[in-house]
């Protein structure tokens, strides 16, 4: 499954898609469209980036 190191981050942490893209600026539906490609290593960092930010919260 394409960006499952997000994917996984994401259950582990407990945050949900609509958390992450409301951060990222879209919708949660495009948002979880976005996840069916693998993403770029600059789009995953900003993710992640985002991921760690809400962990912070």
């Known amino acids: 499954m394409a960006n499952e190191d997000i994917r996984k981050s994401l259950r582990i942490n407990n945050i949900k ?16 469209r976005k996840l069916r490609k693998e993403l770029s290593s600059e789009e995953k960092k900003k993710i992640f980036d985002i991921i760690d930010k809400l962990i912070k919260k």
Do not use: K, L, M, R
């Open 17 to 32: 898609y609509w958390q992450v893209a409301n951060e990222y600026g879209i919708t949660d539906g495009n948002f979880s």
